[in-house]
């Protein structure tokens, strides 16, 4: 693998390339009129790599560092998701280029079945875990928030979203839906439903609505997946 120095960020592709490859990904999905230039990518993909290498840098899994180095593989799968979410995120809110936006969110949609909108605000420190199929709602989100598979974060006919504090994990077939308030370090087990309740704070939900069961979560979120340690 070919590696580029960004900052304390190793990518194995330089900044330059990543911005061509991803143009020519966007141009070859959608060959409409609206042709993305390098010139406006650029930009974009530069500070989208600002946000992906002070998340990455939080966490403590493999492949995500190297020698107390960031690490960024566009052909890791999880890494690139969390990537196209950035840039499509960063487009729309801080350059205002919804053409950019909305293609890549409808690439990260396509090519991992990822459905999270440009104006979803995910936190700053995050974690997709092979996330096919998940889709994110416009939920409030805090930081060391970790997302699997085939998740559903959403709102009820009233239009209320989920609320989550800091330090949350939903394991794979979980959904969260309607009015939530989630408070620290909480997990939803695997297959989990979860409609119009609060949690409280080190909790493991665990069940579907309404036979739920909640069980004291003994460890911590950001103990084990992140490496910002704090006491139990």
Same mark, same amino acid.
């Given at each position: 693998?070919?590696?580029?120095?960004?900052?304390?960020?190793?990518?194995?592709?330089?900044?330059?390339?990543?911005?061509?490859?991803?143009?020519?990904? %966007?141009? /070859?999905? &959608?060959?409409?009129?609206?042709?993305?230039?390098? $010139? @406006?990518?650029?930009? *974009? +993909?530069?500070?989208? !790599?600002?946000? %992906?290498? /002070?998340? &990455?840098?939080?966490?403590?899994?493999?492949?995500? $560092? @190297?020698?107390?180095? *960031? +690490?960024?593989?566009? !052909?890791?799968?999880?890494?690139?998701?969390?990537?196209?979410?950035?840039?499509?995120?960063?487009?729309?809110?801080?350059?205002?280029?919804?053409?950019?936006?909305?293609?890549?969110?409808?690439?990260?949609?396509?090519?991992?079945?990822?459905?999270?909108?440009?104006?979803?605000?995910?936190?700053?420190?995050?974690?997709?875990?092979?996330?096919?199929?998940?889709?994110?709602?416009?939920?409030?989100?805090?930081?060391?928030?970790?997302?699997?598979?085939?998740?559903?974060?959403?709102?009820?006919?009233?239009?209320?979203?989920?609320?989550?504090?800091?330090?949350?994990?939903?394991?794979?077939?979980?959904?969260?839906?309607?009015?939530?308030?989630?408070?620290?370090?909480?997990?939803?087990?695997?297959?989990?439903?979860?409609?119009?309740?609060?949690?409280?704070?080190?909790?493991?939900?665990?069940?579907?609505?309404?036979?739920?069961?909640?069980?004291?979560?003994?460890?911590?979120?950001?103990?084990?997946?992140?490496?910002?340690?704090?006491?139990?």
């Amino acid at each position: 693998m070919e590696v580029s120095r960004h900052s304390n960020l190793n990518l194995s592709l330089g900044k330059a390339a990543l911005s061509r490859y991803l143009v020519h990904q %966007l141009n /070859h999905f &959608f060959p409409d009129a609206n042709t993305l230039t390098q $010139s @406006e990518v650029s930009p *974009v +993909v530069e500070e989208a !790599l600002e946000r %992906l290498e /002070h998340c &990455f840098k939080h966490i403590q899994l493999k492949y995500f $560092s @190297e020698n107390r180095t *960031v +690490v960024f593989n566009h !052909l890791n799968s999880d890494h690139y998701a969390m990537f196209l979410y950035w840039v499509s995120n960063t487009a729309y809110k801080r350059f205002a280029n919804e053409n950019l936006a909305t293609k890549s969110f409808y690439l990260n949609k396509a090519m991992h079945g990822v459905d999270c909108f440009y104006a979803v605000s995910l936190p700053e420190i995050f974690l997709f875990v092979h996330p096919v199929g998940s889709v994110i709602g416009n939920a409030h989100f805090e930081d060391y928030f970790v997302v699997y598979q085939n998740c559903t974060i959403g709102s009820t006919d009233k239009g209320i979203y989920p609320t989550f504090s800091k330090e949350t994990m939903l394991y794979s077939g979980v959904s969260v839906i309607g009015e939530c308030h989630i408070g620290e370090n909480v997990i939803f087990g695997a297959n989990t439903k979860w409609l119009n309740q609060a949690v409280e704070s080190h909790s493991v939900v665990l069940g579907a609505h309404p036979n739920n069961r909640i069980v004291a979560n003994q460890k911590s979120i950001k103990n084990d997946i992140f490496n910002d340690k704090q006491p139990l």
